[in-house]
């Protein structure tokens, strides 16, 4: 764990497997940013990554990008370098309460909003409106009654199989509104 700038705890933590090291970082001590000792801590564990043959996937509440909202431009200069080049191979991140797929982004190959499992929000868009850049796909599901169009909650499962991730994007009636599989080649 670590302290944020007014002394109190935080933390963040790593799992491996053999071909992935998942980082999970706090953006929330200080809003949309990543304190010290983090971005060292996360240049530390990329740099064992690389020298293990490991994939780097982090896990945060806050957004690097997104096509919605801004927000991200803190953690894109406590990161600089590690932008500069695919050393991020995987990002999941919530606080929008929304859930998109990304498509290779910022040199992050597999962005995604999983934030839809939250605060009930209005769901105002319609399923033919055009997705914003550089989101791929923007789950809209909502309830089919009532008099207000509000957004239904999701979640993500991540089943992991050596080098291979498969993600299934599920609501909250257990529907699978998104799949994919995300490799470490």
């Known amino acids: 764990g670590h ?17 992935w090291r998942i980082l999970g970082i706090d953006s929330a001590w200080e809003d949309h940013d990543l304190v010290s000792p983090q971005p060292q801590w996360i240049r530390n564990q990329i740099r064992e ?3 293990a043959g490991q994939k780097v996937m982090l896990l945060c509440h806050h957004q690097l990008f997104s096509a919605f909202e801004p927000g991200g431009e803190k953690m894109v200069k406590a990161l600089g370098d590690l932008l500069e080049s695919p050393k991020i191979h995987s990002w999941f991140w919530g606080h929008e309460h929304r859930c998109a797929i990304y498509k290779p982004y910022m040199n ?9 499992g939250g605060v009930p929000v209005y769901q105002w868009k319609k399923q033919s409106d055009p997705v914003a850049e ?37 609501n909250e009636d257990g529907e699978k509104h998104y799949e994919e599989m995300i490799t470490a080649a």
Not at 140 to 153: D, N, S, V, Y
Request: proline share 5%; net charge negative.
């Open 134 to 170: 550089p989101a791929l796909f923007e789950y809209r599901g909502r309830f089919k009654e009532g008099l207000e169009q509000w957004a239904l909650f999701g979640f993500a499962v991540l089943d992991f199989d050596g080098p291979n991730i498969k993600v299934q994007y599920i």
């Open 108 to 116: 992050i190959p597999y962005a995604r909003l999983v934030g839809h």
């Open 3 to 19: 302290k944020n700038s007014d002394g109190e705890n935080s933390s963040l933590f790593s799992l491996v497997n053999g071909k």
């Open 49 to 51: 990554a690389e020298q």
